[in-house]
């Protein structure tokens, strides 16, 4: 009578532990949930180049900046391009705007977030940021904390220079902050092109023609820093009136009627994902 009980305890238990999993086995179970997981994008991971394509780097500075923020990322998500944004730790205050940086860091693979220091260059007097290289690290070290940036990709602030795997150049080649952020992984990226801000106004310099007979002409000529890749340069703020946010979306849609197009986040760049 005993062994009856058992053998029914027994069958109890193995019934409900296989309705838990569905009727998978423990085995099975812990399977799929680590195949769920290895297919979700993570930042850096490589991607194949495509000869026949040209692909375009979005890349807005001194993250956040709402409205111009929230304006962008609207229209890059709508337009289905992806962005990156080089967030500055000093202008995420208060919840709104921490909300907004929560939201670009996990909004991977459409938007990326990455360093642009943490005071931006001592609040601009590049002077004194550049010659303290161990204060100036310390400042992209917080930022990367402050932000919990995941990857190791930086621009400098009011600087154009490019360092990956001890191959730098730009304007500040031969500076020893360069030379330590290279050292320990990080990769700098510059910039190709330039959608500037009109003088004392948060409003884009060139028009979209302009934009766009730039870009096709630098990547026709091969003037670009890695050949049919172009990374262009704005700022958040230049897009918080509805005119100009509306002129951005108009260069993105012209560019995409070009079906050699691609848009891609910065870590897909070939310095930083590495040739």
């Not at 337009?79 to 909300?99: L, W």
């Amino acid at each position: 009578m005993n062994m009856m009980k058992n053998v029914i305890v027994g069958v109890a238990i193995v019934f409900v532990l296989n309705a838990c999993n569905n009727g998978k086995t423990n085995t099975e179970s812990k399977d799929s949930s680590i195949v769920a997981t290895s297919t979700k994008p993570i930042p850096g991971t490589p991607i194949k180049y495509d000869s026949s394509k040209r692909y375009i780097f979005l890349t807005w500075d001194d993250s956040p900046q709402p409205p111009g923020t929230t304006n962008c990322r609207k229209i890059f998500h709508e337009e289905g391009v992806k962005s990156t944004f080089f967030a500055v730790g000093f202008n995420q205050v208060g919840p709104f705007k921490k909300r907004l940086i929560d939201s670009i860091r996990n909004g991977y693979p459409e938007v990326l977030l990455a360093n642009h220091s943490f005071s931006h260059g001592f609040n601009d007097k590049y002077s004194k940021f550049y010659s303290s290289p161990d204060s100036a690290y310390q400042d992209f070290m917080r930022n990367e904390r402050d932000l919990k940036v995941g990857v190791k990709i930086i621009r400098l602030p009011g600087n154009n220079t490019w360092a990956s795997n001890g191959n730098i150049h730009g304007q500040k080649a031969d500076n020893p902050l360069i030379k330590k952020l290279d050292a320990n992984g990080y990769k700098l990226v510059g910039w190709d092109m330039e959608w500037g801000q009109q003088s004392k106004m948060k409003a884009p310099r060139e028009s979209v023609d302009e934009m766009i007979r730039n870009l096709n002409q630098k990547l026709d000529d091969g003037s670009t820093n890695e050949q049919n890749m172009i990374v262009i340069l704005s700022h958040d703020r230049l897009f918080e009136k509805q005119q100009y946010a509306d002129s951005l979306r108009k260069f993105i849609r012209t560019l995409k009627q070009d079906n050699r197009n691609v848009f891609e986040t910065i870590d897909h760049y070939p310095t930083v994902q590495g040739k």
